[in-house]
């Protein structure tokens, strides 16, 4: 049989600016498009069902980024663990985690709907969500959500695996499958009147599409790997290993869902058309952090592959290109969107009041986006390398230390139209924590497989990661 060429990417070689942008450049576009099904989700609401439909909408992220940040934590351990295998070309190990950490989806994934289905509204009335059609509303978007929720784990996780071999064209592939029937579908639930139902339907069909296409495509074209969903395939001590780098991630991502909530009580607890213009106004900084998280998974991945070859020059030389490349993007981007804001915040909403909601948000992050640029790229080194502990301290000292508490401070002090500068205040306490971090070099000796020669290697072990 002929073997199939993949679009894995060897970055132990190479310019660090040309590698760090290839790899960005579909990862951002691919981003795009997972972005855009949930940005369509907001206009379609807005526009067709109402204001309160969209706050319904935009207040259950948080609670379903929290349930499941867990095991997105699991996927960004074993990202690690790939790119790291595969600079060190252990074809064996690079297998084995992807077997070890989809048989743990598979099991985990029951456990996580049912609680996810159960404590939906319970964690609605934590956050203040308006008792006006928007409680009701929103909770019957997170129940379908969480439903299918494991078709957003599944694309996450054959996400990191293709990421870690250095590939992110295929995942543009399953990304603009996803959006493609999430418009349509979109457009045909709510012009038959199923609601914010029909738009959650919609997403959860989209979304375990793209997965199982996903799975189709890498057995089919990474022919080493062969992923099968319903064989128990595990390793203790991957597993322990994927943990160890997970959790903390994990751990941050719940933490900082967490403190979101905290952050949209307060927001919610303005009424519903503020409520609105402040979800509207983060899905348009959404898309202008895109090119912040798109360069920081490339760092990942970069970090990961040279750690694993030993090669710690070139780690040196991508984070000063990664930082470089970034920061230029979210300063561009910034100076583009920012005289914008009321054109953009109108695709969510006519109101006049929820339009200068969005637009009080969306003017005070934009100026000091480049602070959040320089915090996800150092954080992104230190994760690549395997110290996962303080990226996740200055993500949550940096939130609950600063943003919320100042939020809430400013809010009693200014008024509301101003709690969103507490946003570059936690960015620039983050970057301090990750830059004594990054400076003090600990990071350097994380890495979790034992460097080899690549010289040393016959060809035909290396056929599986041709490029």
Not at 226 to 253: D, E, M
């Amino acid at each position: 049989m002929k073997k199939l060429r993949s679009n894995a990417t060897d970055m132990t070689s190479g310019s660090p600016y040309r590698l760090l942008f290839l790899f960005t450049a579909p990862l951002l576009l691919g981003n795009v498009f997972q972005q855009l099904y949930n940005m369509v989700d907001s206009i379609v609401v807005g526009n067709f069902i109402g204001e309160k439909a969209l706050a319904a909408v935009g207040t259950g992220f948080p609670i379903t980024f929290m349930m499941s940040s867990l095991f997105m934590g699991l996927s960004t351990g074993a990202t690690i663990m790939i790119s790291q295998y595969y600079g060190a070309r252990d074809i064996e190990q690079v297998r084995a985690t992807v077997n070890t950490i989809y048989t743990s989806m598979m099991i985990g994934i029951i456990p996580l709907t049912i609680v996810g289905v159960l404590c939906s509204r319970p964690l609605l009335l934590l956050m203040n969500v308006p008792d006006d059609g928007t409680l009701d509303m929103a909770d019957t978007y997170m129940v379908v959500i969480f439903v299918g929720m494991i078709g957003t784990l599944g694309f996450n996780i054959n996400a990191g695996i293709l990421q870690g071999l250095g590939d992110s064209r295929t995942s543009l592939l399953f990304l603009s499958i996803a959006a493609g029937i999430n418009i349509v579908l979109d457009l045909v639930f709510t012009l038959c009147g199923m609601g914010v139902f029909g738009v959650a339907f919609a997403t959860i069909i989209a979304q375990i599409a793209s997965w199982l296409f996903g799975v189709y495509f890498i057995n089919r074209h990474y022919t080493f790997l062969h992923i099968q969903l319903f064989k128990i395939q595990f390793q203790r001590s991957l597993f322990k290993k994927a943990i160890q780098l997970g959790i903390p991630s994990g751990i941050q991502q719940a933490l900082f869902a967490v403190g979101i909530m905290a952050m949209q009580a307060l927001v919610n607890s303005y009424g519903s058309t503020f409520t609105a213009g402040f979800n509207g106004a983060n899905k348009i900084d959404t898309f202008v952090f895109l090119p912040i998280q798109s360069m920081s998974s490339a760092v990942t991945t970069y970090v990961g592959q040279n750690v694993g070859a030993a090669r710690m020059e070139r780690v040196r030389r991508g984070t000063r290109a990664g930082l470089i490349l970034c920061v230029v993007a979210s300063v561009a981007i910034s100076v583009v969107v920012y005289p914008l804001s009321d054109v953009l915040m109108r695709m969510f909403s006519q109101s006049p009041d929820v339009i200068e909601a969005g637009v009080y948000y969306l003017h005070a992050l934009l100026p000091f986006y480049f602070l959040c640029a320089i915090l996800f790229i150092l954080s992104a080194v230190l994760r690549g390398a395997g110290s996962m502990i303080v990226p996740m301290a200055a993500s949550l000292l940096s939130l609950w230390l600063a943003r919320v508490p100042i939020a809430y401070w400013i809010a009693g002090v200014w008024g509301k139209e101003f709690i969103y500068y507490s946003y570059p205040i936690s960015w620039a306490i983050g970057i301090l924590i990750v830059l004594v971090a990054y400076l003090h070099g600990g990071w350097k000796k994380k890495a979790i497989v034992a460097p080899t020669n690549r010289e040393e290697q016959p060809a035909d072990h290396l056929s599986p990661f041709a490029n």
